[in-house]
């Protein structure tokens, strides 16, 4: 509305520095008008120390809440965690599931862990077409799902196809932090982020044929999977660790307070 446009050039001309999650949108801030000079870029990140702690803690709980869901032992797990919305785009979630099973595919089980408005059509659409190793958890607690990424073969990230394209979803960092490959069905900075981290694969949203070959090849290629994994834990650990960036914060803050006009090296 006119109204929220005003206060936010209102807010933009008078702030001494404007933060940004990412650098499409800061872009999208200076083609707005906003000079560069004054808005930092600091994504968002992961508490890697809490991560780990987390993920080590809750593994045997975790364990025990697959095995009494279903899922045996030795399978290949392919791991959801979050809401069950219309941007998550589940459904091309269990459209490769439904792919892999019609392959004849018997030891890779996709889970998924959460609630939302879309729940309870997903469950029946997976009913309605006998998927097998589909497998869907009430939302969990975030020791718990710290312990699932800590056993899962892969995090599956899906996201519809949107305009927005600058925005990583959190769940990317923590499955970087987790030190396990990404399956990301997405565009834009997400998927860049993933492909340069060399940290998973990433298909075009919506393209279940792709994700069914990605999860095979990530649950058949266990060097591979482990090698993507370490490279998105590394990643993480150099540029998204929530000690880095609350450090970057703090140095940002002292530069303003001493009356700093150039921010966007921070």
């Not at 933060?19 to 508490?47: H, M, W």
């Not at 869907?136 to 996201?159: H, N, W």
């Not at 982020?193 to 999860?215: H, K, Q, R, Y």
Request: with cysteine.
């Amino acid at each position: 509305t006119f109204a929220l446009e005003s206060v936010n050039q209102f807010s933009f001309r008078h702030a001494a520095a404007i933060v940004t999650v990412s650098d499409g949108k800061r872009a999208r801030l200076v083609e707005l008008g906003v000079p560069r000079s004054k808005i930092a870029v600091i994504p968002n990140g992961v508490d890697l120390e809490y991560w780990e702690r987390a993920q080590c803690d809750n593994r045997e709980q975790a364990i025990m809440l697959l095995k009494h869901s279903g899922v045996p032992d030795q399978s290949k797990v392919l791991l959801y965690a979050g809401v069950m919305n219309p941007p998550q785009g589940l459904d091309i979630v269990l459209a490769m599931a439904r792919d892999l099973q019609n392959r004849g595919v018997t030891d890779i089980y996709t889970v998924l862990v959460g609630d939302g408005q879309q729940r309870q059509a997903l469950q029946r659409l997976a009913a309605d077409q006998r998927l097998s190793h589909v497998r869907f958890l009430p939302q969990q607690s975030r020791e718990t799902v710290a312990g699932l990424y800590g056993i899962a073969t892969a995090i599956l990230i899906p996201l519809r196809p949107r305009k927005d394209t600058h925005t990583v979803p959190s769940k990317v960092f923590e499955a970087m932090g987790s030190g396990k490959p990404i399956l990301l069905s997405a565009t834009g900075e997400a998927a860049d982020l993933v492909t340069n981290a060399g940290a998973g694969v990433v298909v075009n949203p919506g393209n279940a044929s792709a994700m069914a070959d990605a999860a095979s090849i990530l649950c058949l290629n266990s060097d591979l999977a482990t090698s993507m994994g370490r490279s998105g834990k590394k990643c993480a650990r150099e540029r998204f660790d929530r000690r880095i960036l609350n450090t970057r914060y703090q140095r940002l803050l002292e530069n303003v307070a001493g009356g700093s006009s150039d921010v966007h090296d921070f």
